[in-house]
């Protein structure tokens, strides 16, 4: 109890008492199963953060997308090269590309910060200007093109069409309960799938690299810079971790 009211005072939360109890009971599983994850061997660590007071059905209610994605944007026509290539990259590291980290607040429009992201950051690498793009007004207009504003419904090819073929990686992954207490480190999960019908998020890849012989993304989240690596996570490359790259996706910018 002692140190849920020491993250109380870290967090500025304030409960009635009966809610008080309630929000203990959450806190102290997380504590514990933080404490007995960290005991043991894993690529990444897990901590305390903002979220530590809610249940996972609660957090995936509120900040998850909450129907079956559609991902048909990731089977169109893709540029690659081949190579060779660098053994890592990190777009926050080259120049202004990257926008900061933001925060989605209580709504499931997390599909709106990872396409704002990647369209900030190819205009970046295009012209030099790194813009702010504004989430709210996707939230307003996009539900033409069948994305269905905080109520966590995300078509990727209707976003595609929605902003005119603009066009850093967007993708979409499953986030599992493990995953929402993510401190630092390569996330890499036994117990997430790997197919598209299970998205629940998206975010954005910004780079990539290896740490004791596993390979990472580097990626951008929507949850503030008081959650994970300053607001951003490692999440193990290769393996189609939780299915990030079964719903992926990328801007151009016009040549």
């Known amino acids: 109890e002692y140190h849920f009211k020491q993250w109380m005072l870290q967090y500025n939360k304030v409960y009635a008492l009966e809610e008080y109890h309630h929000r203990l009971n959450i806190f102290t599983g997380h504590k514990r199963r933080i404490h007995y994850h960290n005991a043991g061997k894993h690529t990444f660590s897990m901590g305390l953060n903002q979220f530590s007071d ?19 944007a990731t089977k169109g026509s893709h540029i690659s090269s081949h190579g060779p290539y660098p053994g890592s990259v990190d777009w926050r590291e080259k120049g202004n590309y990257v926008s900061p980290v933001k925060y989605q607040g209580h709504c499931g429009s997390c599909w709106t910060f990872s396409t704002t992201g990647c369209l900030e950051s190819v205009t970046a690498i295009a012209t030099g200007k790194l813009p702010l793009l504004s989430e709210q007004q996707l939230v307003d207009c996009a539900q033409d093109f069948n ?4 109520m966590g419904l995300y078509d990727e090819k209707g976003m595609v069409d929605a902003v005119a073929r603009l066009n850093p990686v967007s993708f979409g992954y499953e986030v ?53 690596m300053d607001g951003y996570f490692l999440i193990e490359r290769g393996r189609n971790m939780c299915g990030l790259a079964a719903c992926s996706s990328y801007p151009l910018p016009p040549v």
Request: aromatic content about 14%; overall charge negative; proline content about 3%.
């Open 54 to 72: 809610m249940s996972f059905a609660e957090f995936r209610k509120t900040f998850l997308l909450t129907e079956p994605q559609n991902c048909s």
């Open 147 to 150: 994305n269905h504003g905080c």
């Open 176 to 228: 599992t309960d493990d995953f929402l207490h993510y401190k630092d480190g390569v996330y890499s999960s036994t117990t997430c799938k790997n197919t598209t019908d299970n998205v629940n998020h998206a975010v954005l890849a910004v780079g990539y690299g290896e740490k004791n012989s596993t390979p990472y993304w580097i990626v951008k989240n929507s949850w503030g810079t008081n959650w994970g």
